[in-house]
């Protein structure tokens, strides 16, 4: 089980493996990434990180996002592999995928995260 202190639950990263990617899938939401995190990005994929922001980044504001792939009724981040049920660029990851569960919003919307992720406790 992993703890973090502030947060009120802890996670059994064991459920990932039988969740199906839930936190990388459904709603449609932001995966915001930072300029070293493009460039680790683009660098696993062997890309120039231009090509790499015009092929797999979206513009918000001022900030990039991972874009998303509609499957079905589920926006999936475009990483997400659904043969594998995993990250297609797991090494390089960004730190919001990292830090999954442990975000602020779900300190106070723990029943939220519950329905998304069976690996709380």
Sequence with gaps: MITKEGFNYSFDENACASCGGKC???ESGNIFVNTSEIKALATLLNLDVELFKS???VKKGYKYSIKEKIVGLSYDCVFYDRKIEGCSVYMARPTQCITFPFWDYFKNNVSELK???PGIH
């Design 24 to 26: 990388c899938t459904g």
């Design 55 to 57: 092929n797999y980044l």
């Design 115 to 117: 329905q998304e992720c």
